[in-house]
């Protein structure tokens, strides 16, 4: 190839000579490349700019400067003239008019006064001191002499803040010119003048400034006193007040802007010692306070609506604590109404205390992160709940608590237990406000009522009640949801509380004269219903977020979200307790619905042997499943879950057992016993030394002492099971004993007969344990509460009827007895009698010194029952579970109520169906003869009387 210049120079074009090349950038300079020129060009254009910004700082700077020469010589100027205006003004006498001349120096003064200054405030002083002595010119002043007014106001305000540290008598000038702008007298019939101009100076820091004078000339108090300490103590709180007499004559807006600045510079400063001691007890004690205006100020309750809008002044814990001892002063002598006002203003004002580093809640595990040593929280805190749970502050407070409630004093209420509860972690039973409400039958109503009144728009675009779109799952929007969670978390919470100490009869109606229960049965069964799907929706959303799946639907704060996940599965838990005890539900009332119970059947259960209970999970639909199991099992149908639980039991025999084909293939633990000594003998081979998972192959020995024939292919074994637990559980051996209606539980006294009583129990729940691993079915009536004990759930007083009915039913009658209980002579103690020998067991420290009387009453009865459920046989009920748990874990049998258990050992006690026996009778291995004869059996069974 040619290149382009060789090409050009082999042909000839017609010139006789070449063409120059013309450099625009010079001849003696090379070529520039494009980026070098644009790099250029750029550092041209900011050195450009960079010269502009120069020159404009410059410009301003020089206008700055000229203007503050300008405004310096005509500060100068009107200097000048006031002084020599001011000169004239005293030469005048007092009786003669000069509202022109006064009018023109307040103007020159306003332009030109600096309070730092000590020429302009002796011109403060002396003009302040004409419009005192001029008195007469202020009736029926001008707009614009009221306007001046209200600014020379403020100028003496900032005055009095500035000088507030040096001396009094500095201020002594101003603070007599605030006194005298806002006196009514001053401005003869104009009486709303002074009120107008006390408004503006409000709003420009009255209080804050008088407050600080007073804490100048006040030593900090020792003790809290209303008193003032001394004559200029008493002048200096009758200025700061005067506000507040003058605010019956303002506007509605002008009246309460007062007391939201009387909140924010006064009573936000409870932490001062001197506010704290003197200012508030001052304020509270005087007549021109008025509590209901500073309530009203802070809620912003427009009239008489009670419509909360939102509160007007910044919430903090001074301003919470100032409220509080306001309202353990006025509360006892105001109308209900103002108590609802007082609570909504408590219901803004708690939640300062948690963003001040006070809450005990910051996560989910209650770890406490705070801006404050931990001793300074605790002293807050104790300070703070101390004055919130004072015995007349909660009576007052649960005074305006009746059927008919307005719904802003139910949420305010609903807040504050809520924020207690949840962000304080406070015990509902050791607080006097928490239990008041309760045990208040009206409020566990109307906060259920009000909850299932709220609607929203769901997705279709209809309004529907909240918590049906919450127990379908629906989406809600955060505000709906945050309501939702506070009042269901609140209502839960109180009635999970409250049936604690709900006697069986109080609830099914029994006893209609304690009045108690808040429901009907009917409504319960519709609550119960409701706060299942609830459950069943909470839980799904908690294994989706422990899947590592963002929460779809409910849109909480964490620790928000596990109070009303808690506070909903136990009661609905309870509520099913009951119901298990004595039906007060239709039958599949607690069932889920069918899309929750399909996917049951496909769970797989090496997530149950594997240890994944604890919570090592991946698969959002596993996690969800397990967790409907363990925390409300009893949504699915009886059947399924035993199906479950066998195939659990399948899976883990299979793993610790081998074949199961063929009983004696196979590792083996073998077992010698004489038939005579049959517990004995299983006692000492099998203790605690055997995984007893294992297959048990017997060897029986007669009463000869012989060897019986045969081998055992698994009926000797499961003849064994059954004969060591009918001698184990039988009454004579000691360590079980049957309550009246022959159903058995652990000898309270058997330590008298058997030492080692604990290593027998351990063995027993082994025992009974492989005999339910073996799918063996053992005739054993144990107790309920017995059972209960076994699964690791808690009894209480309710359950006392199935250990002794007798006991139960005279423990209730005192709750109706009418006399004086100090007659019937009852301790806090309990004397056991047996074989012999007499034990005294105080119930409570020194119990057998402190008498039953009406006031510990209910104490005593849950102390009893909790004595003899719990603490008498605990040692006993211990060491059976922990064997029990050795064979099969007890998280499988939490599956199961009580009732569900013992029909898993010992079968349902319904009749059998002879027809359906023979329609599902199969013959195998068997010849016509047999086949003839198990027939013929079958036939006389049925002639059978039933």
């Known amino acids: 190839s040619v290149s382009g210049d060789s090409a050009s120079s082999m042909f000839f074009d017609g010139s006789a000579r070449s063409r120059p090349v013309v450099s625009l950038g010079g001849k003696s300079k090379k070529q520039e490349a494009r980026a070098d020129l644009l790099k250029r060009a750029q550092v041209d254009r900011r050195q450009r700019e960079a010269a502009r910004k120069k020159t404009a700082s410059a410009c301003r700077i020089q206008a700055g400067y000229r203007g503050y020469q300008v405004r310096k010589a005509m500060r100068a100027e009107l200097c000048r003239e006031f002084d020599s205006n001011i000169s004239s003004l005293l030469r005048v006498p007092v009786d003669q008019s000069v509202t022109e001349l006064i009018g023109t120096l307040t103007r020159q003064l306003l332009y030109f006064y600096t309070p730092q200054s000590q020429t302009d405030r002796a011109r403060l002083c002396l003009l302040c001191q004409n419009y005192i002595t001029r008195k007469k010119m202020l009736e029926g002043p001008s707009d614009l002499l009221i306007y001046r007014l209200k600014r020379l106001g403020v100028v003496c305000c900032r005055t009095v803040a500035t000088l507030s540290g040096v001396s009094v008598s500095a201020v002594a000038m101003p603070l007599r010119m605030l006194e005298f702008v806002t006196d009514v007298r001053t401005f003869g019939e104009s009486d709303t003048v002074a009120a107008k101009i006390a408004v503006h100076i409000v709003e420009n820091g009255w209080f804050s400034s008088l407050c600080n004078v007073l804490e100048t000339c006040i030593a900090d108090p020792v003790d809290s006193s209303p008193s003032p300490p001394s004559t200029l103590a008493e002048s200096l709180l009758s200025i700061l007040l005067k506000p507040l007499s003058l605010a019956q004559q303002c506007k509605s807006e002008h009246r309460l802007q007062i007391y939201r600045h009387l909140a924010s510079e006064v009573f936000s400063r409870h932490s001062v010692p001197f506010v704290r001691l003197f200012l508030l007890p001052a304020i509270n004690s005087s007549r021109l306070f008025k509590f209901d205006m500073l309530l009203e100020s802070l809620t912003a309750l427009p009239g008489s609506q009670m419509k909360l809008l939102a509160l007007t002044v910044e919430p903090t814990v001074d301003l919470l604590h100032s409220v509080l001892i306001s309202g353990l002063m006025h509360l006892p002598h105001l109308p209900g109404k103002v108590t609802v006002c007082y609570v909504t203003a408590l219901r803004l004002l708690l939640p300062s205390a948690s963003k001040s580093g006070l809450s005990a809640s910051d996560n989910e595990d209650g770890m406490m992160t705070s801006l404050f040593p931990v001793c300074d929280v605790r002293m807050e805190r104790d300070e703070l709940m101390d004055r919130l749970d004072d015995e007349l502050h909660v009576s007052q407070l649960l005074s305006v608590i009746q059927e008919q409630m307005p719904v802003s004093a139910v949420e ?56 049906q779109q919450l127990s379908c799952g629906s989406q809600l929007r955060d505000s709906d949801m945050q309501t939702t969670a506070v009042l269901l978390t609140v209502f839960c919470a109180l009635s999970s509380h409250s049936l604690f100490s709900l006697h069986d009869a109080e609830f099914y109606g029994d006893d209609t004269k304690s009045g108690s229960m808040p429901f009907s049965l009917d409504e319960m069964v519709d609550i119960s219903a409701i706060l299942r799907d609830i459950s069943i929706t ?409």
């Open 412 to 467: 305010a209420f609903a807040h504050i237990v809520h924020w207690m509860v949840v962000e304080k972690k406070c015990s509902i039973h050791q607080s006097r406000l928490l239990s008041g409400l309760t045990y208040n039958r009206h409020f566990l109503h109307a906060i259920w009522s009000h909850t299932a009144s709220l609607t929203s728009l769901s997705v279709v675009g209809k309004r529907t009640p909240v918590i």
């Open 538 to 946: 909470l839980l799904t959303e908690h294994a989706a977020n422990k899947s590592g799946l963002q929460m779809k639907s409910i849109h909480l704060p964490p620790h928000h979200f596990h109070w009303l996940l808690m506070s909903v599965v136990q009661l609905v838990n309870q509520l099913y307790a009951r119901d298990c005890r004595r039906r007060y539900c239709p039958e599949d009332h607690w069932l889920a619905r069918q899309s929750v119970r399909s996917s049951l059947h496909q769970l797989g259960v090496d997530i149950f042997i594997d240890g994944a209970l604890d919570g090592h999970m991946q698969s959002s639909a596993v996690t969800q499943n397990v967790l409907l199991l363990t925390t409300v099992p009893f949504i699915f149908p009886f059947r399924e879950r035993v199906t479950l639980f066998y195939r659990i039991l399948s899976r883990d025999r299979s793993e610790k057992q081998g074949d199961l084909i063929d009983f004696n293939m196979g590792e083996a633990i073998q077992v010698t016993a004489r038939r005579g000594r049959i517990y004995e003998d299983a006692f000492a081979e099998l203790n605690t030394r055997h995984d007893l998972k294992k297959k048990l192959r017997v060897h029986l020995i007669n009463a000869q002492g012989l060897d019986e024939a045969g081998i055992d292919g698994g009926g000797i074994f499961r003849e064994f099971l059954s004969s060591v637990l009918r001698a184990g559980f039988d009454e004579n051996l000691g360590l079980f004993c049957a309550t009246s209606n022959r159903q058995l539980y652990p000898n309270p006294q058997v330590h008298l007969v058997q030492e080692d009583f604990r290593h027998h129990f351990n063995f027993l729940g082994r025992i009974l344990a492989k005999a339910l691993y073996e799918n063996m079915l053992i005739e054993l009536p144990l107790a309920d509460f017995f059972i209960l004990k076994v699964l690791g759930y808690d009894v209480d007083v309710n359950h006392l009827a199935s250990l002794d009915p007798e006991m139960y039913r005279n423990l209730l009658s005192l709750k109706s007895y009418d006399g004086d209980m100090e007659e019937l002579s009852l301790y806090f103690s309990v004397v056991n009698s047996a074989i012999g020998a007499t034990e005294v067991v105080e119930l409570k420290p020194d119990g057998q010194n402190i008498p039953v009387t009406s006031q510990n009453l209910i104490e005593y009865i849950h102390l009893m029952a909790n004595y003899r459920l719990n603490k008498q046989i605990h040692a006993h009920c211990l060491a059976f579970q922990q064997g029990f748990a050795s064979v099969i874990d007890i998280s499988w049998l939490r599956m199961f109520n009580h009732k569900e258990l013992q029909t898993l050992i010992s079968g349902t006690e319904a009749d059998i169906d002879i027809n359906d026996l023979k329609e599902h009778t199969i013959y195998g291995g068997m010849c016509t003869v047999y086949v003839c004869v198990s027939s013929f059996l079958l036939q006389l069974i049925m002639c059978w009387p039933s």
